[in-house]
């Protein structure tokens, strides 16, 4: 997916087990989508909490974090760490095959071939992206500096 595409529609369940449909939450501004490869791992929990602890930031749009691990993970993850946004899950990696931000690891006996790739998408309010990162490196955080200025002109 790229910038100026129309965003695919999904609906995912959250940690509280929820129905998270896009394009409803479209209507009531831009949403934020962070992809991230797994609860409980350095790099994923870093990205999230610095976007938890400046959530103010982000105010203009719904951010949620989405990954391919069950919701009772999320949940716990959650729990933990004190998030107050949404963690969505993509345990059969639909979504995120759907953003192109999928690793193919070929790990089949670890059940590792569903993983999200750490990328950051944001969808205005007509269905367009207009903001996309997806990183080849888990390692990598997106340069959460260009949502925020982006968000704030919108």
């Given amino acids: 997916?790229?910038?100026?595409?129309?965003?695919?529609?999904?609906?995912?369940?959250?940690?509280?087990?929820?129905?998270?449909?896009?394009?409803?939450?479209?209507?009531?501004?831009?949403?934020?989508?962070?992809?991230?490869?797994?609860?409980?791992?350095?790099?994923?929990?870093?990205?999230?909490?610095?976007?938890?602890?400046?959530?103010?930031?982000y105010s203009k749009a719904t951010v949620v974090g989405i990954s391919t691990d069950t919701p009772f993970t999320l949940a716990e993850y959650s729990k933990v760490n004190g998030l107050n946004f949404p963690l969505l899950s993509d345990h059969d990696a639909l979504i995120c095959s759907a953003y192109d931000t999928r690793y193919d690891l070929g790990f089949t006996g670890m059940g590792y071939t569903r993983i999200a790739k750490r990328s950051a998408f944001v969808v205005d309010s007509n269905r367009t992206i207009r903001y996309a990162e997806v990183l080849e490196n888990a390692g990598h955080i997106p340069d959460l500096n260009s949502i925020k200025n982006l968000l704030s002109s919108l």
């Avoid at 209507?27 to 610095?50: K, M, Q, R, S």
């Fill in 1 to 57: 997916m790229k910038n100026g595409e129309i965003a695919p529609d999904f609906t995912l369940y959250d940690d509280a087990k929820k129905a998270f449909h896009l394009y409803d939450k479209l209507e009531n501004g831009p949403v934020v989508l962070l992809f991230f490869p797994a609860a409980f791992t350095g790099t994923c929990t870093t990205e999230l909490n610095e976007v938890n602890n400046d959530l103010d930031a």
